[in-house]
C-alpha cells in the first residue's frame, strides 16, 4: 500500500474544514456558531493554501546548518500568503463577533429567526 | 521498536483527543463539557507529545517543556472558564436558544 | 415548519455541490517535485541580497512588506472600529452579563504568575529571532496578545488603558513608515530593508534593517490585539 501524498491528506482536512463552516453556517439559527462557522473557513483555507505549495520531500524554507544543495524547500509564498490569510480571518471574527454582541443588545438573542421574523 | 512504541502512544493520545471531540457533542451541560474537553485532551496531548519524544529523543526536552505547559495552562483555562460559569449563573444544562431539542423539531 | 425543510433541503444540496467540486479539484492536484521560478527565486534571493536565512520572513518584511503594512492597516481599522461598535447603546433590551467579581479566584492568580514569563519569554523570542528562524512579527505579536488578555483575565479589576495603547501602536506605526521612507531613500526602494549593513548570515545582527522591522511590527500587533481584546471586555 502506498501512502498518501502529503498534500492530498492536507488538501482533503482543509477542504473538510471549509465544508463544515459552510454547512455550520447555512444550519445553524445561532449567531455565535455561524462565526464559529467562519472561522473553520478561514481555517481550512490556511490549511489549503499551504498544501497548494508542498513540494514532494519539503522541508521548511528555512536555511540552517542541515541544507545542503540538494535540500528541497517548500514554496514560501503559500506560508507567507497564509499569514495574510489568518490575519484577516482574525478581523472578520473581531468583526462578527461584535455585530453579534450589538445584535444581542437590540434583541435580546441571538436567534437568528428573531432578527428576519421583525422584518415581515 | 522506537516506532511501534512512539505510534501506539500517539494512538492512544488520538483516542483520548476524540473522545473528548466526542464528549464535547455528546455531554448534556457546560460543566461535564468543559470537564471531558480538559481532562481528556490533557491527557491526549500529553500521550502524543510523549510519542513524538520516543520518536526524537533528541528533542526530548522540547517535548518535555511542551507537556509542562500544557499540564499548567489547560487546567488553568478550564477552571477560569468554569469560573465565570459559575459566577454568571450559567452551569445549568443551558442550551443556547435555537438550539434546543424542542425546538429543532418544530 | 415546512420552510425550515426546504431550507434545510436546499442548504444540503449546496453543500453536495461544493463537497463534488471539491472533490474534483483534490483529484485534480498533483504534487509538484520542484518550485515554480518565483518561490526558487526567492529562495536563493533571500540569503543572498538580504542576508536573511528564514526566506518567510524575507517575502513578508521585505519583497512584500507593503503587503505586510496593508495588513496592520487591517487590524489598525478592526480596533478603531470596534470602539463604535461596542459602545452602550440607549435602550438595550438584555442586558450585560455582569462583570465578575474583583478576584479571580487562587488558582487563576497563581497561574499567572507561573505562566506570564514564560509567554512573554516565548513571544519575544518568536519576535527577536523571526528573521533566523521559524517566527515573526505577526506570530510573535499575537503570542504577547495572549499573555495580556491572560492578565486582564487574571486580574479583573486592572484596566489597560486603551489611549495609551493606542498612542504606543500610532507611534510605531509612524517609525515603521518611516524605515520604509528610509528604504526609498538609502536603499532600492520603500520597506527595502538594505540600507543597514546586511551582516553575516545567520547571526543575530544581520538581514539590514529587518529584525528592527519585525520589532515594530511585533509591538505594533500586540498593542493592536490587545486593544481589540480590551473593547471586547467591556
Known sequence: MTALPVSTVLMVTGFGLVLLGYSAILIHRNILKMVIGFSLVDSGIAIIVVALGYVQGGTAPILDADTTAATVFVDPINAALAVTAIVIGFAVTAITLAYAIRLYRLHGTLNVDAFTESRE | MIELVASFLMFIGSVFVFSAALGLLRMPDPISRLQTGTKATTLGAGLILSGLAVLHPERAVQYVLIIAFVFISNPISSHALARAGLKTGRTEGDVPEGERPEERAQ | MTGRTVHLGLSALALAGLAFAFSRLVGAHVEPTALGQLAAGYIRLSPEELSVPNVVTGILLAYRSFDTLGEVAVLYMVAASLGPLLQP???PVASETPRLSENAGEIIHSGHFALLPLIGVFGAY???????????????????????????????????????????????GVLFVAVGVFGLVFAGGFLDPRFLPAGELGHFVSGGAIPLVSLLLGIKVAAELSVVLERFRG
Do not use: C, P
Not at chain 3, 510573535?140 to 483575565?153: D, L, V
Open chain 3, 89 to 91: 447603546m440607549d435602550n
Open chain 3, 126 to 172: 518568536v519576535i527577536l529571532f523571526g528573521h533566523l528562524s521559524a517566527g515573526g512579527g505577526f506570530q510573535g505579536g499575537a503570542i504577547i496578545a495572549t499573555g495580556i488578555e491572560f492578565y486582564m483575565i487574571a486580574r479583573v479589576a486592572s484596566a489597560i488603558n486603551v489611549k495609551a495603547f493606542s498612542a504606543l501602536e500610532s507611534g510605531v
